[in-house]
């Protein structure tokens, strides 16, 4: 086996690399234009009317976290029981939902609230609740905020 050794050189000085100057380019094609510039101007489109984003989906989502669970100190949504909020260009509002059983003692009244409340957003014109069990409901479905509040976290 050899020995590698490292060897030092020490230098007074060196000299500087050269600057890289526009005129020593030659033959440079022109500086394109700069792509960053059409791109900041533009203004962000408008989500559609039932997309999540949207003014009416998001007051329809603020109108559902505004109903809770009888049982639980936690509003619906943040339960996890809202599955889907659909919203059509003329204000129809579909809420997926479901409870946290079948033996819920507000399974006929729950959904009668929401469409009430939904209903009431402004924008919206019908509202239709499916109420499913499939999939069942489960504690993992549950924001994080609705963990904390419950010491699940």
Known sequence: MTE???MVEE???V???PKARLDDAGTAQPRQRDYLEGFLSQKPAAPPAGEPGGDLYDAIIDALKEIFDPEIPVNIYDLGLVYGVDVTEGGHAVVTMTL??????VAESMPGEVELRVGAVPGVGDVEVNLVWDPPW????MSDEAKLELGML
């Open 4 to 6: 590698r050794k490292i």
């Open 100 to 105: 946290t059983t079948p033996h819920c003692p």
């Open 11 to 13: 230098v007074e000085s």
């Open 15 to 17: 000299d500087a690399p």
């Open 138 to 141: 489960d504690p993992g479905k």
